[in-house]
């Protein structure tokens, strides 16, 4: 039975991803199921799981369950327990145990209230990191002419928090330097006002982090927590959208350190007035001071930040060199960086010289000049070639294990092979969430490194995409 239940959450983190299987699917018990009658039986550890379960996921249970028992349809019983007491010993340590009394419903009696300790809550990401990121700073930031208004515009607001620009919203592609340049103002700022409190946060662990304060009524802590920010960071904004409660509770918050003149900055893959899934208040606000954006860097740029970027290294790079590498990295900085690594990381492992031969063959992996010539299309066909398989079925939501798997390694591709977001990826397969791609990366990133003969055949694939 644990194994059913094991693959049962394999399979939903897939379809919901993992921030969600974490917060409420990791809480729940399989207790049971009965064949004859068609029924499953769960047990949340308190009321408002089992509530929040049965309203949003109890057709996916269903679903999965039923398939996994082998019979046509399942009905899910969820209970609650009030009686469970799991592990008192370290609960006054441990930041994550909750009296159930705080969030059992208001008519539960108090004496059948217990100390849970939620196994499993710790791995969820829900923790605000209060600003501690030196490694970027605007010392290594490359100005140049796609980022010079974002940063100048950093820099006043680093000089002079709360009164300039408020907020300040940084908005343009993956890669571009947005959350290099909001950890660059959050330095800066702690250099200068030692005593500022700093809090930099993406927007979806901000989601995460809202979530579990509703799971254990720590709500108004959490508010308390954002409030008392000087200079609140909040980067890609964008995944805020269609979180309605979220974006209640952020908004109060917003409008708490803006009047009080608190700096806050957002970075977001798009201007606010293309921000799907907003309230239309909260993106007013985000447009409401400062809007600018970072754009594709030049070729003389990526050159300039290559060069920046292998001063730490000992190996001397020319000229040559360093404009190949630039030239084959179409659109984004991360890439480029990543290219640079594993040149200096094969030139160094095997002990030769670089050469541009030798950067040919490391590039070879991705030849990224080819990126813009690339798109989801080509790889689908590829794919659907290679495994025999159709387009709709890779898009559906069949949880088929090899299906998934050859999903795993298209999604793999249309990140290694275009300058999509992972976003894009995931809406293409059907509205997946992005974390459903970071998973199926992981996925078959191990999988390249336990396997030699997949990653020979992952090889093949690839260049039969590149070579169109
Ligand atoms: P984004 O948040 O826009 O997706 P990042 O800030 O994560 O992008 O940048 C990706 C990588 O590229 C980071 O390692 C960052 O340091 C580097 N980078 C981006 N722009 C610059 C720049 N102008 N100078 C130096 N490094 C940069
Ligand atoms: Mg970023």
Redesign the pocket.
């Known amino acids: 039975m644990d194994i059913m239940w094991q693959e049962f959450l394999t399979i939903i983190r897939e379809e919901v991803g993992s921030r969600v299987v974490d917060t409420w699917f990791n809480v729940l018990v399989l207790k049971g199921h009965d064949i004859l009658r068609k029924e499953v039986y769960l047990e949340a550890p308190n009321a408002f799981i089992r509530e929040w379960v049965n309203k949003n996921y109890l057709m996916l249970c269903q679903t999965h369950l039923a398939r996994l028992l082998h019979i046509p349809a399942v009905k899910v019983l969820i209970s609650d327990t009030r009686s469970s007491i799991v592990d008192k010993s370290d609960s006054a340590a441990d930041p994550v145990s909750v009296s159930l009394a705080s969030i059992a419903s208001p008519d539960a009696e108090p004496e059948k209230a217990a100390v849970v300790t939620y196994k499993g809550a710790r791995s969820v990401a829900n923790r605000a990191a209060i600003y501690t990121d030196s490694a970027?700073s605007f010392d290594?930031?490359?100005?140049?002419p796609n980022?010079s208004l974002a940063y100048a515009a950093c820099r006043a607001v680093s000089e002079n928090p709360g009164y300039l620009y408020n907020p300040l919203f940084i908005y343009?592609a993956?890669?571009?330097?947005?959350?290099?340049?909001l950890h660059a103002i959050g330095g800066a700022i702690k250099h200068k006002y030692k005593k500022n409190v700093i809090l930099f946060q993406t927007a979806d662990r901000f989601v995460s982090e809202f979530i579990n304060a509703i799971r254990f009524n720590k709500v108004h802590q959490l508010e308390e927590k954002y409030r008392s920010a000087d200079v609140l960071l909040v980067?890609d904004v964008q995944f805020i959208a269609n979180k309605g409660q979220t974006q209640e509770a952020f908004f109060h918050i917003f409008n708490v350190l803006y009047d009080a003149r608190k700096q806050i900055v957002f970075?977001s893959d798009t201007v606010p007035q293309q921000m799907d899934g907003i309230a239309e208040r909260l993106r007013s606000r985000f447009a409401s001071g400062l809007v600018v954006d970072?754009q594709v860097?030049s070729l003389e740029t990526k050159i300039a930040?290559l060069k920046?970027?292998a001063e730490s290294s000992t190996v001397v790079l020319d000229d040559q060199i360093l404009h190949f590498i630039a030239e084959r990295v179409a659109l984004n900085?991360?890439e480029?960086?990543g290219a640079l690594i594993r040149v200096l990381a094969f030139s160094s492992l095997t002990q030769q010289s670089i050469t541009i031969e030798l950067v040919h063959k490391v590039l070879l992996r991705a030849p990224t000049a080819v990126i813009q010539s690339v798109d989801f299309d080509k790889i689908m066909k590829v794919i659907t070639r290679h495994y025999n398989c159709t387009n709709k079925q890779l898009c559906s939501k069949d949880r088929n294990k090899h299906l998934s798997f050859i999903r795993h390694i298209a999604m793999y591709c249309m990140k290694h092979l275009t300058d999509k977001s992972l976003r894009d990826i995931g809406m293409f397969f059907g509205g997946r969430d992005h974390t459903c791609v970071v998973y199926a990366l992981e996925k078959v990133e191990r999988h390249i490194q336990d396997n030699s003969h997949f990653s020979l055949e992952l090889r093949r694939i690839e260049n039969e995409i590149l070579k169109g």
């Open positions: 970027y290594n930031f490359v100005v140049a980022n343009g993956s890669g571009l330097g947005k959350t290099h340049l980067d970075s970072v860097p930040i920046k970027k900085i991360r480029l960086e």
